[in-house]
């Protein structure tokens, strides 16, 4: 998901997905009220038609807005000014072209048909406005803060996997210093001992000397093979 | 059961269900044709009135989800699952309550519309519940990623340090053999040259513990360290390895990178003045320029053409200066004339 541009039809997607729960509501709401005998897939399929279309102009939005601002997340205020546009400009072109081509094409009817008294279109308009806002708003946050969540998730991710990097590194860096060591100490008492007895047994001081470089030998071979010599 | 509840969380909990609460109640405003038969007075009360209903509902679910988060369930999907039906329950309750309040024409099935006004609680909340834990997962993950970069800084400053510890705490190993071998040979041959050789190594030791324990020396400790090895040098290689040290006194209490001088001392003797027959000469001289301390190790060795090895002791100690003093120190290889090589090693003096 992060890296992926977003694509304008899935946003378009998600805003009819939208649209067909909001009309779902709708359906469930108004069927008992107003429903005659026989005319429930009718009712349903206009109200997905209307609703799908005004959710399908939101998620057109909010997808523009975020092209604007790619790579980065759209900002809460980007995406209310996405949702704002949205329902006020889509709404009521949508509900224009429902009403002025789709409805006398295909004989759809639509609520208003279906109410006992008549509805005037503008406050059927401004009604599914507030609808659009409140739902829209909240499904556009939910997205929006889904993503950031996936982001940050990632971002969680390579840091842990950097950490983990660097405790290694650390670790080989620190057997590395330990293997490395000619213990400075043991060397300096060692030769002072030498010294003290190359005054009075140079022939034992000679052997031991002896046995010294060949222990050193032994022991920075040894480091030298390790891979871990730092010249 | 433990049943416990922030009051911090309980006033939270109750301005996030107000302010829901209102923005659902303008749904009331935007039905136009209450403004063509209401007066705006009445229009007003009308909201009034089904604020307080949103309110009931919108104050029974958040009740209902604050008792499910005083249960600390451990985080999961039955967790989500219990928030969920706290939603449905408390939507079910609210709406139930309202309609025994004002209730519907006898025609219409309140059944129906009730199941329908708790469909649309249960979307609504649903999103919103969504959102509020998206946030908040969130926000630890950001904090979690956070802790997580502050430990690999952490790491990277010890690995670093133990990078320093290693460099420091090793005795160059040919000098450490060539000087054991010269000693053991000598004391056959000459036994007071290897006594002064064996005196003189030790001499070096001493001076070079102190820097191998400490992060930062002093100059004057610096100096030290390249007199005792230039001198059991010495020793070994007579005539042709001459050496002098120009180091104003006041300087040698300044700071100094550790190991520093004896990389490029050692690195003036190995690969200037070794590889040829009649030796040279080695000077290291130190000067204070304003904030500046200058330290210079030249040599009338091969120069910097038949200078062999691969450079890594000169990467190691610019990678050192670096790492104590980023920008603001630095280091230069010349060719010194009319022979040999210069580096010169320029650092910020500090004030403490």
Sequence with gaps: MNGARPELLLSIGGGWLLGGVIALLEFAYYYPLVAPDGAGAGLLLSLVIVWGGEGMILGLAVGLFERTVWPRLLSVGQLLCAVLVGSLAGVPAWQAFVEGVLRDRFGLRRLRDYMGQPVDLASIVFYNIWLMLIFGGLAAAAYLFWQRHVRMLAQLRSAELAREESQRRLAQTQLAALRARVDPDFLFRALQCLERLYESHAADADRLMEELIAFLRTALAEERASGSALY | ?352
């Design chain 2, 1 to 352: 059961m433990q049943l416990s509840v922030r009051p911090g969380s309980l006033l939270r909990g109750g301005g996030i269900a107000v302010a829901a609460a209102f923005a659902l109640s303008t749904q009331f405003l935007f039905q136009l044709e209450l403004y063509e038969t209401w007066p705006l007075a009445g229009v007003l009360r009308g909201w009034l009135d089904y604020f307080a209903e949103v309110l009931t509902v919108v104050g029974i679910v958040f009740a209902g989800m604050g008792f499910v988060a005083s249960l600390h369930l451990a985080p999961g999907a039955r967790r989500h699952a219990m928030f969920v039906a706290a939603i449905a329950a408390g939507a079910l309750a609210g709406e139930a309550a309202v309609l025994a309040q004002a209730p519907l024409p006898p025609d219409v099935p309140a059944a129906g519309v009730l199941l329908a006004k708790v469909a649309r609680w249960l979307v609504l909340g649903g999103l919103g519940y969504a959102v509020f834990n998206l946030v908040r997962r969130s926000a630890t993950a950001a904090s979690q990623a956070h802790e997580s970069e502050l430990q690999r800084i952490q790491l990277e400053r010890q690995t670093a340090e133990a990078h320093l510890q290693s460099l420091r705490a090793q005795i160059e190993p040919h000098f450490l053999f060539n000087t054991l071998a010269n000693v053991h040979r000598l004391y056959r041959t000459d036994p007071e040259l290897g006594r002064t050789m064996l005196v003189d190594f030790i001499g070096y030791l001493r001076a070079a513990l102190p820097q191998m324990r400490s992060d930062e020396t002093t100059l004057g400790q610096e100096l030290e360290l390249a007199r005792c090895y230039l001198k059991v040098l010495q020793v070994r290689m007579g005539d042709r390895l001459r050496f002098q040290l120009d180091v104003p006194g006041d300087l040698a209490s300044l700071r100094f990178p550790p190991l520093a001088l004896s990389t490029l001392t050692e690195n003036a003797v190995k690969h200037g003045l070794n590889p040829l027959p009649e030796g040279g000469l080695i000077e290291i001289a130190a000067r204070l320029e304003g904030r500046r301390l200058t330290v210079r190790v030249a040599d009338t060795g091969a120069g910097i053409r038949q200078a062999g090895g691969s450079g890594v002791g000169l990467a190691n100690l610019r990678a050192r200066l670096a790492a104590l003093y980023g920008q603001a120190a630095s280091l230069s290889i010349e060719a010194n004339l009319p022979r040999g090589i210069r580096a010169t090693i320029t650092v910020p003096v500090r004030s403490e």
